[in-house]
C-alpha cells in the first residue's frame, strides 16, 4: 500500500478533471461518426477497436496529462500499460464503451473515465455524448447525472428487474458460460438484455432504469468507474461469490440495486441438464 490518504486528495478537483477527459473522448466520437473507419479485429471476430477508439484515447489522455502529468493512466487501447501495479492513483481509460454498437451505428457507447486510490474506486465519469449525459461519482459525495442526484431502482426481487447479461467473445468455453448466465438469468428475472457498453450499463444501473448486471472477466476500464456510480447511488458491486473486489483487478461483476444482490449471486450459480 502507498499510504495516500484519501482525504488530502481533492477528490472535487480531480472529478472535474476526469469529467473534462470525458467529454474531451465523447467530442471525438462524435466528430468521428461521419468517418469511415479502420476497424481491427482483437480476436476471430467479435471484439474489435477502431480509429474512433484511438482517436478519442488520444483526446482524453490529453486532457489529463494537461492538468495531471505525473498521474498513472491505463487506456484500453494502451495493452503495453496494462500491467500497472494496483497501489497509488491510477487512472482507468475506456475511450469509447460500446465500440461495436458505435461501428454499427447503434446509438449506445459512451467515454469512460475513473481513478482507482490502492484499487478503492475513488472518482468516475462517465459521458454519454449523444445524449449530452455526463454521468459523475465521488467516493462519499454521491452520484450525479448532469448535477441530478441518482438513486437505483425500488425493485426488491429479482423478478422484478431486467438483468444485462454480456459476453464479448469468440471463444466457445466463452460463449457456452455465456449461454448458461443468459439461461440463469431468464430464469428468475423480468428479462434480459445484450445492449454492450458496461460502463453506460452501470451508469445506467445507478440512475434506476436498470436492476442487474452480470459478466465475466471484466476489466478495470470497464467497471471501476461504473461500481462507483452505483454504489454511491444505493447499489452494490461484487464477484460471483458476493466478494467486494479490488477495483483494479480484473473479476467477474455482478451489479445491482443492492436489494435484489444476494438473488443475482445465487444464481449465476445455477446449473443446468443438457436439454433439460
Known amino acids: 500500500m502507498t499510504g495516500l490518504d484519501l482525504e488530502a486528495l481533492d477528490l472535487k478537483s480531480l472529478a472535474a478533471t476526469a469529467e473534462r477527459a470525458a467529454r474531451a473522448g465523447g467530442a471525438v466520437l462524435l466528430e468521428y461518426q461521419d468517418r469511415v473507419l479502420e476497424v481491427t479485429l482483437k480476436d476471430e471476430r467479435v471484439d474489435v477497436s477502431s480509429s474512433a477508439d484511438l482517436a478519442a484515447q488520444e483526446a482524453v489522455l490529453a486532457a489529463i ?28 481509460v475506456d475511450p469509447l464503451d460500446g465500440s461495436r454498437a458505435y461501428i454499427d451505428g447503434f446509438p449506445w457507447f459512451a467515454t469512460a473515465v475513473a481513478i482507482t486510490v490502492d484499487g478503492e474506486p475513488v472518482v468516475a465519469a462517465v459521458y454519454d455524448p449523444l445524449r ?81 448486471y452480470v459478466e465475466r472477466d471484466m476489466n478495470p476500464w470497464d467497471v471501476a468507474g461504473g461500481r462507483l456510480l452505483i454504489e454511491e447511488a444505493g447499489g452494490r458491486v461484487t464477484d460471483f461469490e458476493g466478494r467486494t473486489r479490488d477495483a483494479s483487478s480484473r473479476y467477474d461483476v455482478v451489479a445491482s440495486n443492492g436489494a435484489v444482490h444476494d438473488e443475482l449471486v445465487a444464481a449465476t450459480g445455477m446449473q443446468f441438464e443438457e436439454g433439460g
Open 132 to 212: 449530452d449525459e455526463l454521468y459523475r461519482a465521488v467516493r462519499g459525495g454521491g452520484a450525479t447525472c448532469n448535477g441530478r442526484p441518482l438513486r437505483v431502482a425500488a425493485a426488491e426481487k429479482v423478478a422484478e428487474v431486467v438483468v444485462i447479461v454480456q459476453a464479448q467473445s469468440s471463444d466457445p468455453v466463452v460463449i457456452a458460460e455465456f449461454a448458461r448466465l443468459m439461461r440463469a438469468m431468464l430464469t428468475v428475472s423480468a428479462g434480459v438484455r445484450f445492449p454492450g457498453a458496461p460502463a453506460l450499463v452501470m451508469a445506467h444501473i445507478a440512475a434506476g432504469h436498470l436492476g442487474g
Open 65 to 92: 496529462a494537461a492538468e495531471r502529468p505525473d498521474d498513472v493512466v491505463v487506456g484500453e487501447e494502451s495493452p503495453s500499460d496494462t500491467g500497472v501495479a494496483s497501489e497509488g492513483l491510477v487512472w482507468w
